[in-house]
């Protein structure tokens, strides 16, 4: 809550933040993205040898994009004193207005593609070498706790069990319209998990610091704030998150050098899409030249191509790597989840606390307490990329 004298001194502020809230409600990307026919798709394109190109089907919207983008440049961001705080609205702005105009292109390829461009942007020479790094380094040998013997309602019993050690609520639904194996949806705080999929030990224990350790708790610290832009999310966030996520992973030990060469994998795939590439280009990039197994080569072209071409996923392995040279500076991780702020606005986030604006973290990742990752090939990686 912020108080009234604060209310009084920052009400243009609160009201264009408000407003803002209002708008950006209603569209969740990710909740568009997610094809409704995935595994029949995934069987006939199999069944054709890896030649008939998938054609997926999303949700509807439930959105007019112009009335909707209009709505979002309406605000009157003068109104804002603050030329640091002015900005930082500014670029939500045209953050969501992009967004907006990504969720309405679902499935128009190289409309959508372009748009998913805006968004997230593309790998960078030295994105793809570190991919490659990664991707030359020799497997190392399966242990005990990678057979994947669990169900999706043990996951579920396991999640249920880990989120006790935070004071929040989880919902959790399964989903079959997912193409992670689980996934959290910030809009309505629910961790939805695979109906079909099947986890191995390390995998619960990835998923767990991942989706629980980070995106939920930077979930319900947003909500805690007095400010919506924090729970709606900042622009950039994803890199952000995304790396706060997979670091949570490598803190409490969970990551191995085959989810590592996964993040890589996504990052080589998303290159083939500037390339040019189509789904079964991309498919045989992954599954004939890199050996990659067939299941895992159909998941990551999946992510890549769905809606049209989507970028995102490059973000995870330079997210990890902004977020790991980061801790190893020194520098406290807490602002970094006050909500789904980006690592480019700490400025901001420290002086919307200074203002009385924003509140700090209650809820903190449990594996930033200490590290417990004992593979040294990960540190070498990590302190290797470029």
């Given at each position: 809550m912020i108080a009234d004298d604060l209310i009084r001194e920052h009400i243009d502020l609160i009201e264009i933040d408000k407003n803002l809230d209002r708008l950006i409600k209603r569209i969740?990307?990710?909740?568009?993205?997610?094809?409704?026919?995935?595994?029949?798709?995934?069987?006939?394109?199999?069944?054709?040898?890896?030649?008939?190109?998938?054609?997926?089907?999303?949700?509807?919207?439930?959105?007019?994009?112009?009335?909707?983008?209009?709505?979002?440049?309406?605000?009157?961001?003068?109104?804002?004193?603050?030329?640091?705080?002015?900005?930082?609205?500014?670029?939500?702005?045209?953050?969501?207005?992009?967004?907006?105009?990504?969720?309405?292109?679902?499935?128009?390829?190289?409309?959508?593609?372009?748009?998913?461009?805006?968004?997230?942007?593309?790998?960078?020479?030295?994105?793809?070498?570190?991919?490659?790094?990664?991707?030359?380094?020799?497997?190392?040998?399966?242990?005990?706790?990678?057979?994947?013997?669990?169900?999706?309602?043990?996951?579920?019993?396991?999640?249920?069990?880990?989120?006790?050690?935070?004071?929040?609520?989880?919902?959790?639904?399964?989903?079959t319209s997912i193409a992670a194996d689980a996934m959290v949806s910030n809009s309505t705080q629910t961790l939805a998990i695979k109906k079909n999929a099947r986890f191995s030990d390390n995998q619960l224990k990835t998923l767990a610091n991942h989706e629980i350790g980070v995106h939920m708790v930077t979930t319900f610290n947003g909500l805690n704030q007095p400010l919506k832009i924090f729970s709606n999310g900042f622009p950039k966030n994803v890199e952000t998150q995304e790396g706060l996520a997979v670091f949570s992973e490598y803190m409490s030990g969970a990551l191995t050098l085959d989810r590592l060469k996964i993040l890589a994998y996504r990052v080589i795939a998303a290159d083939s899409l500037i390339k040019g590439y189509s789904f079964a280009d991309t498919f045989d990039l992954l599954h004939n030249q890199y050996k990659l197994d067939r299941d895992k080569a159909f998941i990551i072209t999946l992510r890549i191509h769905r809606g049209g071409g989507f970028t995102k996923d490059f973000l995870y392995l330079t997210g990890l790597k902004k977020i790991y040279e980061y801790y190893k500076k020194g520098q406290p991780l807490t602002p970094l989840l006050t909500g789904k702020v980006s690592l480019d606005r700490v400025d901001s986030i420290l002086k919307l606390q200074e203002y009385g604006l924003a509140s700090k973290s209650v809820h903190i990742t449990d594996s930033y307490s200490g590290n417990k990752n004992t593979n040294a090939t990960i540190d070498f990686i990590l302190q290797n990329l470029r």
């Open positions: 969740e990307l990710l909740s568009y993205l997610n094809p409704l026919n995935a595994e029949k798709e995934k069987h006939r394109f199999f069944s054709s040898k890896y030649t008939e190109e998938p054609v997926f089907k999303y949700p509807k919207q439930n959105f007019n994009a112009y009335k909707l983008q209009r709505a979002l440049f309406s605000n009157r961001l003068e109104k804002i004193p603050d030329n640091d705080i002015r900005s930082l609205y500014q670029s939500v702005i045209y953050y969501y207005a992009n967004m907006v105009q990504c969720a309405e292109a679902i499935g128009e390829q190289k409309k959508f593609f372009y748009n998913s461009l805006r968004l997230y942007g593309t790998p960078k020479e030295k994105d793809v070498a570190n991919a490659n790094f990664i991707l030359h380094l020799k497997d190392q040998l399966a242990s005990s706790d990678s057979e994947k013997r669990y169900t999706a309602l043990d996951a579920k019993a396991y999640f249920e069990d880990f989120v006790k050690r935070y004071d929040f609520p989880l919902n959790i639904k399964l989903s």
